[in-house]
C-alpha cells in the first residue's frame, strides 16, 4: 500500500469501528465482493451510520491498479476499446490507488451522470467528442448516493441500467457512444422523506432496513469512538488497523474462491421454494439469493452453501420485495423465516400468520355506530378516532401549470416545460448558452437558406454548413410533481353520519394517488380552537396515512386557521422549491365557526380563500355531507378559491373527467 493512500485512510472512520449494524456491513461487504449481488439499499433513519459505512468500506478494500489520468479508471492490462486516453498512448503510467468512492449529489442532471456528447461538434465537423460522466468516474470503484429516494426518476433509472449492464449508453440526435461501468451500488434513504418507486426498489439486489440503537451502553461506545475520531484521526486510524487488515484479508480471500462455491440443486430448490412461499414478483429475488449466498459461503471460507447462508441473505433480498401495495408495511423476522424454512425442508404447509393488528378493518363487518345529530357532534368537546374507509381508485386531478417557467422536477400530474430531455419536444428556440438540447430540424431550418453562399467561400468538405448561430434548442413539455396540501377538517361536525370515516377513505385514497404521480404531501388538520400540522411537506405517503388514521375528531371548526398555515407552507414551499407548484386540497363541510382573528369565522375564511386564488394557488374542495350542504358554503369557499367542488362521493364516479382541469379551464 503507498504512503499516500495510507495517509488517506488514516482519515477516514474505519469500517470496523461501526457499533453493530452488523447486517448493513454483511450487505456491503457481500456486494464488494461480488458486485454481480446488484448493489444494496439501507433504509433508516438519520443518524444510523448509513453514510459513514458506505464511506469506510471504499478505505477497507483492495487497492487496484489503474491507468494514470485515464477517466475511466481503465486496468492497464486491458483498457477498454474506445478509450481515446489509453489506447495508442505509449507513455502512459500505471499506478496502484484506493478504491474510488464517488458520491452523486442529489441535485445531479441526467448529463453530469451518463456525460454529454458534444453535438456541435458533431454537427459542425463531424467529429464525436465524449465528455465523461459520474458513471465514468465511479467504473471500477463505489458510486454511492446518498438520499435515493430523492433523486431524479429518471436519473434512478439510468443508474440502474447501467450497474446491471455494467455499460454506460449515451445517444443523442443519433450520436452515440458507450463505455464500461461496473461499480458497486449503494443506495441510504430515510424513509420518512418519502419512498422509492416498487420496480426502483426490486432492482436494489440487497436492502437493509436498520434502526437507531435503543442500547445505552452501545450508544456510549458509539459516541466515544466517535469523540476518539474526530479528536485525532490519524491516532484513531491505527488502532483498528489490524482488524481492518484481516477484514481486507477475507475480502480478497473470498474473491478469489468465489468461483469455486458450489450451490448444488438441493439449495436451488430450496431458494425457489422459499421465494415462491413469499409471493414476490419475478425471477430477481431467486438469483440474488443465489449469488448472496454463494458470496456468503466464500467469505465465511467454505466450497459450498449451506441452509443457513441462504436464511441469513434471505432477509436482506426478500423483505423489500415483498410490498404490495405502496402502503403495505411488510414484516420479515429470523425467526419466522427459520419457521418456514423447516417446514420447506419438512414439506409441511407453513403455519399461517396470526392477523395483524394494523390491518385496516373491514368496514362491511363493523355494525354501524347510531348516528349523530349535527348539534351533538358540531358543539361537543369530546373527541373521538373514527375507523378509516375504504379507499378506491381516484379520478385523475391533472392540472396544468399557469406559468412559463422551466421546471426541474419529475412526476405524473401537472404539465409544465422542463429543462431536461426527458419531455416531449414541441418547440424550438434560441439557446440561451450553450446548446444542450438541440432541436436539429430547426437547426437545418434556420441553416437551409445560406448553404450555397456557405460553400462557396470555405474549403470544408461538408455536406451541410452549420454556423454557432444556426443553433436552436428543443423546448420540452412534460408531467412534473406537486406539493399537495391536504387541509383536513376533524371537528364535531364530521362525526356525524360516520362523515369521518368517508371522509379518511378518500384522503387516503388521494395519498395513493400523491404517491403513484411522485408527489410530495403536506397535512393540515383542524378542530377545536387551533389548526395543526399533522404532517410537514414530506414525500412519504404512508406517513401521512399513519397520522391520518390516528387522527382525533371534535370540537368547533376553525377553518380559516387552517387556510392561514396552509398558506404558510406553500409559501416557504415557493421559496425553497419553485419547480414544484403547489395543490391545495381541503376536505371539509365549511362551517366556520370559529377563528382566532376578530370578524366572522366564514368571512376570514373566504378572505384567505381570495388570496389563494389572487396567488394562482390551484385547488380543490371536497364536500363530506353535500346533502346537509343546505347553505352551499362549500360551493362558496371552492368559488372563493378558484377551485373544484366535488362532493365526496363523485370523486370516483364517472362523472368527473378532471377535477383541476375544469378549474383552470
Not at 378 to 394: A, L, P, R
Request: charge should be negative.
Amino acid at each position: 500500500m503507498s504512503q499516500q493512500s495510507s495517509m488517506a485512510q488514516d482519515r477516514i472512520f474505519p469500517f470496523s469501528a461501526i457499533v453493530g449494524q452488523e447486517r448493513m456491513k454483511l450487505a456491503l461487504i457481500l456486494n464488494a465482493i461480488n458486485p454481480g449481488i446488484g448493489g444494496v439499499l439501507i433504509r433508516g433513519e438519520k443518524g444510523t451510520a448509513k453514510s459513514t459505512a458506505a464511506r469506510s468500506l471504499a478505505a477497507l478494500l483492495p487497492e487496484l491498479e489503474v491507468v494514470t489520468g485515464c477517466p475511466y479508471s481503465c486496468d492497464p492490462a486491458s483498457p477498454f476499446a474506445e478509450c481515446s486516453f489509453c489506447n495508442g498512448n505509449e507513455t502512459k503510467h500505471s499506478v496502484h490507488r484506493q478504491v474510488r468512492l464517488v458520491e452523486l449529489p442529489v441535485s445531479a442532471t441526467e448529463e453530469a451522470v451518463v456525460g454529454t456528447l458534444d453535438i456541435e461538434s458533431a454537427i459542425r465537423d463531424g467529429q464525436k467528442r465524449f465528455e465523461p460522466g459520474l458513471l465514468a468516474s465511479a467504473h471500477r470503484g463505489i458510486l454511492y448516493i446518498d438520499e435515493v429516494n430523492l433523486l431524479n426518476d429518471h436519473v434512478v433509472d439510468v443508474l440502474l441500467d447501467s450497474a446491471a449492464m455494467g455499460r454506460n449508453f449515451v445517444e443523442r440526435e443519433g450520436i452515440s457512444f458507450s463505455h464500461p461501468a461496473q461499480f458497486l451500488l449503494i443506495g441510504t434513504m430515510n424513509p420518512e422523506e418519502g419512498d422509492l418507486r416498487p420496480q426502483f426498489i426490486d432492482r436494489f439486489g440487497l436492502a437493509v432496513e436498520i434502526d437507531h440503537i435503543s442500547d445505552p451502553e452501545r450508544r456510549v461506545e458509539v459516541v466515544r469512538r466517535r469523540i476518539a475520531y474526530e479528536s485525532d484521526p490519524a491516532a484513531f486510524g491505527p488502532l483498528w488497523q489490524e482488524p481492518e487488515m484481516d477484514e481486507r484479508t477475507k475480502v480478497a480471500s473470498a474473491k478469489d474462491l468465489l468461483a469455486s462455491v458450489v450451490v448444488d440443486d438441493s439449495m436451488m430448490m430450496f431458494i425457489a421454494r422459499l421465494c415462491a412461499e413469499h409471493e414476490v414478483d419475478g425471477l430477481r429475488a431467486d438469483i440474488v439469493i443465489y449469488k448472496a449466498s454463494q458470496t456468503l459461503a466464500a467469505y465465511r471460507g467454505r466450497t459450498s452453501v449451506t441452509f443457513d447462508d441462504v436464511l441469513e441473505v434471505a432477509e436482506m433480498a426478500l423483505l423489500h420485495r415483498m410490498r404490495r401495495q405502496p402502503f403495505d408495511d411488510p414484516e420479515m423476522n429470523r425467526e419466522k423465516l427459520q419457521e418456514m424454512a423447516q417446514n420447506l425442508m419438512d414439506d409441511e404447509p407453513p403455519t399461517p400468520p396470526p392477523p395483524s393488528n394494523q390491518d385496516t378493518p373491514d368496514l362491511g363487518d363493523t355494525p354501524p355506530e347510531p348516528p349523530q345529530s349535527e348539534e351533538q357532534s358540531s358543539g361537543g368537546s369530546e373527541e373521538n378516532v373514527f375507523q378509516t374507509g375504504d379507499s378506491f381508485q381516484v379520478k385523475p386531478l391533472n392540472i396544468s401549470a399557469l406559468d412559463q417557467r422551466l421546471r426541474a422536477s419529475h412526476g405524473r400530474r401537472t404539465t409544465s416545460q422542463v429543462r431536461d430531455r426527458r419531455g416531449r419536444y414541441v418547440d424550438a428556440t434560441l439557446p440561451n448558452g450553450k446548446v444542450t438540447d438541440l432541436a436539429l430540424d430547426a437547426t437545418v431550418r434556420v441553416a437551409a437558406p445560406f448553404q450555397r453562399r456557405r460553400q462557396a467561400f470555405t474549403d470544408q468538405n461538408l455536406a451541410l454548413q452549420i454556423e454557432p448561430w444556426d443553433m436552436r434548442q428543443k423546448v420540452r413539455e412534460s408531467k412534473v410533481g406537486n406539493l399537495v396540501v391536504f387541509v383536513v377538517d376533524a371537528s364535531g361536525s364530521m362525526g356525524a353520519q360516520q362523515r369521518m370515516v368517508a371522509t379518511k377513505g378518500a384522503v387516503i385514497s388521494l395519498l395513493m394517488d400523491a404517491y403513484q404521480r411522485r408527489d410530495r404531501v403536506a397535512m393540515i388538520a383542524f378542530r377545536g380552537t387551533a389548526s395543526e400540522v399533522v404532517l410537514p411537506p414530506t414525500g412519504s405517503a404512508k406517513l401521512a396515512q399513519d397520522r391520518l388514521n390516528s387522527l382525533p375528531t371534535g370540537g368547533r371548526t376553525p377553518l380559516a386557521d387552517a387556510l392561514l398555515e396552509a398558506r404558510k407552507i406553500i409559501a416557504q414551499h415557493k421559496r425553497r422549491d419553485p419547480d414544484t407548484p403547489p395543490l391545495l386540497v381541503v376536505v371539509s363541510d365549511c362551517r366556520a365557526n370559529y377563528s382566532t382573528a376578530s370578524g366572522d369565522p366564514f368571512d376570514n375564511a373566504i378572505q384567505v380563500c381570495k388570496a389563494f386564488r389572487d396567488e394562482k394557488v390551484q385547488s380543490v374542495v371536497l364536500d363530506p355531507a353535500p346533502r346537509s350542504n343546505r347553505f352551499g358554503l362549500v360551493q362558496t369557499v371552492a368559488e372563493a378559491l378558484g377551485g373544484e367542488y366535488i362532493p365526496l362521493q363523485e370523486l370516483r364516479a364517472d362523472a368527473i373527467r378532471s377535477a383541476i382541469r375544469g378549474a383552470i379551464d
